[in-house]
């Protein structure tokens, strides 16, 4: 059974996007980003690179940290995984107990995991979470709101387990 419908939706005159609706309360945001994945692969376009998404801030959450371990460190296990990424990969902005925690960028301000040649992601199957639910269609108020919720739950959870690692300071 379907668990989350993902569609496209006339959200007012002349202008179409994107809709989520959650049909099953038990579904996990591995069902979102599967669905989500299956509706891009169906209705959007292939990513052919521009200067959007991927010149934006990118917000890591608790799951990309552990995915992306497993791909850059090949699975090597360590004490401090949140250290180990953030020294190469992350940039972490701290001021007046806000925390912000992002994919580094380049000399150009570019994602460090954008392939320039290609103009796609050099793990474009195992991109963070809000690079995997950024689609370049105009979202219905719902699709943004979910989108918003899961992404801030999960940064927030990466904050958490940050001071568990760092201790008080940032």
């Known amino acids: 059974m379907e668990k989350i419908k993902i569609s496209l939706k006339e959200l007012d005159k002349d202008s179409w996007g994107y809709d989520v609706q959650i049909l099953d309360p038990s579904a996990t945001v591995k069902d979102y980003l599967v669905a989500l994945n299956a509706f891009q692969e169906e209705k959007v376009a292939p ?6 998404c991927c010149w934006e801030r990118a917000p890591l959450t608790a799951p990309d940290i552990a995915m992306y371990e497993d791909i850059l460190f090949d699975g090597e296990k360590t004490e401090t995984p949140i250290r180990r ?14 925390v912000d925690i ?5 000399e150009e301000g570019a994602c460090i995991f954008l392939d320039k040649r290609q103009h796609r992601c050099e793990h474009h199957t195992l991109r963070s979470l809000v690079c995997q639910t950024y689609i370049c269609l105009p979202t219905s108020r719902r699709a943004a709101d979910l ?4 992404v801030n739950a999960g940064e927030n959870e ?6 568990l690692e760092f201790g008080d300071q940032p």
């Open 147 to 150: 989108r918003c919720q899961l």
């Open 158 to 163: 990466l904050i958490r387990r940050y001071y």
């Open 102 to 106: 992002i994919l580094r960028r380049d």
């Open 85 to 98: 990424f953030l020294e190469k990969y992350g940039i972490v902005y701290a001021e007046a107990g806000v």
């Open 47 to 52: 990513c052919l690179g521009c200067s959007g």
